[in-house]
């Protein structure tokens, strides 16, 4: 009877144990950066499996390295101020005394990296890439208190030129296609980054920064989230019509019904969590879909 009971008390035990370090991976997962360096690597991909450009893996970790450094010293340096709109990353990043600690071996590994397997030029581009992102914070930010959705726009820019960041880092000759799937990840980034700003909507307001939710407030915003929605879908249709595209792009399309649940739900209540982290994993879809679309469509040809 004590041996069995004993064995229930170990498996429980060992459940429990599987459940907490879930919970940790999780929470690092979503709060350590990693969400979007991994949706990072997803734009490389995107472009890889459109273009035919055979990545390697030195520009995978390169371009994870790059977003997660940038992602978790811009959440750092924001922990004390999100207590109010996201109190739970808050107190995590502020119980990780080694985040910036972090940030600096992250980088340091970066650079190494960038300089074995590549050129100074393509390590200098790097380099000023990361530069920018760490001075987003404290220097870049404030501007949109003088500029309307300043940093939506350098956001974006920034994620816009992952989409062609393999052809410069393989000194290929940029083309049209990658331009349009570039436009295309600017536009979508501009979505989530406005979204992401109606969370901190009151306290924009206080800081007087000019995000869009802040400007246009509850009843206005959600118009522009569900416009650009749907700029989206005719932005990829006009792309494939034009031949700038190939055809199974359009298996991203999906993706922007996936979108509108997360913007109604973030519409109905601003302080549900969940919805941003729909919101966050939108760009590793982007690659899922399109060589979802290839591989239907090679198996069609077949």
Same mark, same amino acid.
């Given at each position: 009877?004590?041996?069995?009971?004993?064995?229930?008390?170990?498996?429980?035990?060992?459940?429990?144990?599987?459940?907490?370090?879930?919970?940790?991976?999780?929470?690092?997962?979503?709060?350590?950066?990693?969400?979007?360096?991994?949706?990072?690597?997803?734009?490389?991909?995107?472009?890889?499996?459109?273009?035919?450009?055979?990545?390697?893996?030195?520009?995978?970790?390169?371009?994870?390295?790059?977003?997660?450094?940038?992602?978790?010293?811009?959440?750092?340096?924001?922990?004390?101020?999100?207590?109010?709109?996201?109190?739970?990353?808050?107190?995590?990043?502020?119980?990780?005394?080694?985040?910036?600690?972090?940030?600096?071996?992250?980088?340091?590994?970066? =650079?190494?990296?960038?300089? +074995?397997?590549?050129?100074? /030029? #393509?390590?200098?581009? %790097?380099?000023?890439? &990361?530069? *920018?992102?760490?001075?987003?914070?404290?220097?870049?930010?404030?501007?949109?208190?003088?500029?309307?959705?300043?940093?939506?726009?350098?956001?974006?820019?920034?994620?816009?030129?992952?989409?062609?960041?393999?052809?410069?880092?393989?000194?290929?000759?940029?083309?049209?296609?990658?331009?349009?799937?570039?436009?295309?990840?600017?536009?979508?980034?501009?979505?989530?980054?406005?979204?992401?700003?109606?969370?901190?909507?009151?306290?924009?307001?206080?800081?007087?920064?000019?995000?869009?939710?802040?400007?246009?407030?509850?009843?206005?915003?959600? =118009?522009?989230?569900?416009? +650009?929605?749907?700029?989206? /879908? #005719?932005?990829?249709? %006009?792309?494939?019509? &034009?031949? *700038?595209?190939?055809?199974?792009?359009?298996?991203?399309?999906?993706?922007?019904?996936?979108?509108?649940?997360?913007?109604?739900?973030?519409?109905?209540?601003?302080?549900?969590?969940?919805?941003?982290?729909?919101?966050?994993?939108?760009?590793?879809?982007?690659?899922?879909?399109?060589?979802?679309?290839?591989?239907?469509?090679?198996?069609?040809?077949?």
């Amino acid at each position: 009877m004590s041996s069995h009971v004993h064995a229930v008390g170990s498996g429980l035990g060992f459940r429990n144990d599987i459940v907490m370090l879930m919970n940790v991976l999780w929470r690092e997962l979503v709060f350590g950066g990693h969400l979007f360096a991994i949706g990072s690597v997803s734009v490389v991909m995107a472009c890889s499996i459109l273009f035919m450009i055979h990545v390697s893996w030195d520009i995978l970790i390169v371009t994870y390295l790059l977003f997660y450094a940038i992602y978790l010293y811009d959440y750092t340096q924001g922990a004390s101020t999100d207590e109010v709109t996201n109190s739970s990353r808050a107190k995590y990043l502020l119980c990780k005394n080694k985040s910036k600690c972090t940030v600096i071996i992250a980088s340091l590994v970066l =650079f190494t990296v960038m300089m +074995i397997f590549t050129s100074i /030029i #393509i390590t200098a581009i %790097g380099m000023s890439i &990361l530069i *920018l992102g760490l001075l987003y914070g404290s220097h870049f930010k404030k501007l949109t208190k003088k500029i309307p959705a300043f940093k939506n726009v350098f956001v974006s820019i920034v994620w816009a030129f992952m989409a062609i960041f393999a052809f410069v880092y393989y000194s290929i000759p940029v083309t049209y296609g990658a331009m349009m799937l570039s436009l295309f990840v600017f536009i979508r980034m501009m979505n989530i980054q406005i979204l992401f700003d109606v969370r901190d909507m009151e306290g924009d307001r206080k800081d007087g920064l000019l995000t869009v939710p802040a400007i246009l407030g509850d009843r206005k915003y959600p =118009f522009i989230l569900r416009l +650009i929605n749907y700029v989206s /879908i #005719i932005f990829i249709l %006009g792309c494939v019509v &034009l031949g *700038l595209l190939p055809v199974f792009t359009l298996a991203v399309i999906p993706m922007f019904y996936y979108a509108v649940s997360y913007i109604n739900r973030v519409v109905r209540s601003r302080k549900e969590y969940t919805s941003y982290i729909f919101a966050a994993f939108e760009p590793i879809m982007w690659s899922v879909f399109i060589f979802a679309g290839k591989y239907v469509t090679m198996l069609s040809i077949f």
